[in-house]
């Protein structure tokens, strides 16, 4: 790409960004709205890139893929660094005590999920739904609350250790939550359902109204992630994925898919807010209040909610 193309792609984003409907949102929200703005805009577009001041000499899709290289170059440098810097300083012992095999040394594990979290995040459909990911690690989220629940020992900590059958520590489950929101996003590429018919591929959205192709689905895919990150056990792979649907599409067992689940519900959307107006909710309660009231709907595990907003009220979070 010529400086002279590069600069003018340059400019046409940030003269984009700047427009209040998408400055105001995270840079992976803001990729989505201008992409759909692109192909809303395309045929006006398209005779306004062949003036002079952009692009005559190029073709709208080579336009195109200039725009899109640049958008994802910036979301890179923003969403790559808090992935990474987890995977390069956490103690992933966990996962071999999680392991009923093999064990592997710590510099495979970070090998080995740092080349999954960068491939995976290649794709438009994962990107779309990670903010909550790098929202929640962003803000220690996890760390806030894991270190609550595991002080408290009340519901939550007897679903997520007893029941689930996960026997660990709060800072080895921090690393586990965390390797499993690492994970959670490889649900949105699609991959064939049937290995016999390569042409017909799948994501969790195009099987998630039926519970005989979700199954398959998941089990498709866990095989496959089993082959990308051979270091990670197939039970972690799971609830991984299942944290991707609601409580009627999880087991009993399947504790921390719904605490992420609702998790990544919250802090999809995540703004910080610096100061909370008197007499008001804090952020966080308020929140976990309103879906407590409409569980059902959403597909929240109600009494996880009442312990959260619970968590949130005595921290004013």
């Not at 949102?25 to 002079?52: C, D, H, R, W």
């Not at 790098?134 to 996890?142: A, D, E």
């Not at 900590?157 to 026997?167: A, C, G, H, S």
Request: charged residues 25%.
């Amino acid at each position: 790409m010529a400086n002279d193309d590069r600069q003018r792609v340059d400019d046409f984003i940030n003269h984009l960004m700047s427009n209040p409907n998408i400055k105001n949102e995270p840079l992976l929200i803001g990729e989505g709205l201008i992409l759909n703005f692109l192909i809303q805009n395309q045929k006006q577009l398209v005779a306004t890139f062949k003036s002079p001041q952009f692009f005559p000499h190029l073709e709208w899709k080579e336009v195109l893929n200039l725009i899109i290289n640049n958008l994802y170059e910036r979301v890179m440098q923003t969403i790559l660094p808090p992935l990474t810097d987890f995977i390069g300083t956490a103690d992933f012992g966990v996962l071999n005590k999680l392991s009923e095999g093999q064990t592997f040394a710590t510099n495979y594990h970070q090998e080995r999920l740092t080349e999954f979290a960068k491939n995976i995040i290649r794709s438009m459909d994962v990107r779309y739904h990670l903010s909550c990911v790098i929202n929640i690690f962003n803000h220690s989220i996890i760390e806030k609350y894991i270190n609550e629940i595991f002080t408290r020992r009340d519901y939550l900590y007897n679903e997520l250790v007893r029941v689930q059958k996960t026997y660990l520590e709060s800072d080895e489950y921090i690393v586990f939550l965390k390797t499993l929101l690492v994970i959670r996003n490889a649900a949105y590429p699609k991959i064939p359902l049937n290995p016999d018919i390569e042409d017909v591929k799948v994501n969790l959205t195009d099987c998630i109204n039926s519970t005989t192709n979700l199954k398959k689905f998941f089990d498709a895919l866990a095989k496959k992630l089993r082959g990308e990150i051979p270091n990670v056990p197939i039970r972690v792979i799971e609830l991984a994925l299942k944290s991707n649907v609601r409580e009627s599409q999880t087991e009993v067992e399947d504790a921390s898919s719904r605490l992420l689940y609702i998790l990544c519900a919250r802090f999809q959307h995540y703004k910080p807010i610096s100061k909370i107006d008197r007499g008001a909710e804090t952020p966080d309660k308020s929140w976990f209040g309103i879906a407590r009231s409409n569980a059902e709907y959403y597909g929240y595990d109600k009494r996880m909610l009442e312990e959260l907003y619970r968590i949130a009220g005595d921290n004013e979070w």
